[in-house]
């Protein structure tokens, strides 16, 4: 009698123990969806990604995404792709929601060397680095330090994606160098291999 009486007890203890690790399993769950952010809506324009969401905005303030113009959020291709691969934000053609592979060919159309520019913008990304365009300065982005947002201080690198199997002379490295140079910024150069993994090769210059 004591025994069953024993049975019972161990088998009521093990059954709330067994509820009590579900509960804290599904309230982990919980908190967990509820942290993790909703994809905002964009829109394609052209050559350019637009959205006009608070969540939009949100994202520029934390993170630099984008630039704003005329309370919208303006995104490049490469960053549009990027916030779209990590399921920041949906993006539409009109009414037609975009998958990853749709805007990606899309986007290539507009801009053939998109993909060695995205692997490049997303492995700097990923390792904590503001990346943006840098057009005016003839390169094809700057680079803030860790912890540096644009307007709190000037970018540290002038980045120049290239494939590895491109061909690149004397002269044209001349060039880049003498954009960072002019600019006051350090050369980095991206190699990205049929991978799609990055090495960065970086050139720094010294007043005299």
Known sequence: MVKKTIKKIKKKEGQKRVKKEKEKKAK???????????????????ERVVSSAKESFDLYGKSRFGETI???????????????????????????KLSFDAFLEKARKLEPN??????VFRDMRNRGYIVKTALKFGADFRVYDRGVKPGEAHAKWILFPVYETSTLTWHEFSAKNRVAHSTR?????????D?????????????P
């Open 114 to 119: 998109l993909w060695t520019r995205f692997c």
């Open 70 to 96: 005329e309370k919208k959020i303006y995104y490049s291709l490469v960053e549009a792709l990027y916030l779209l691969e990590k399921k920041r934000l949906e993006i539409f053609d009109n009414k037609k």
């Open 185 to 193: 910024k350090n050369l980095l150069i991206a190699i990205v291999d």
């Open 28 to 46: 982990k769950a919980k908190v967990k969806a509820k942290a993790k952010p909703k994809p905002f809506k964009a829109m394609l324009a052209g």
């Open 195 to 207: 991978e799609s993994d990055v090495t960065y090769y970086v050139c720094e210059w010294t007043r």
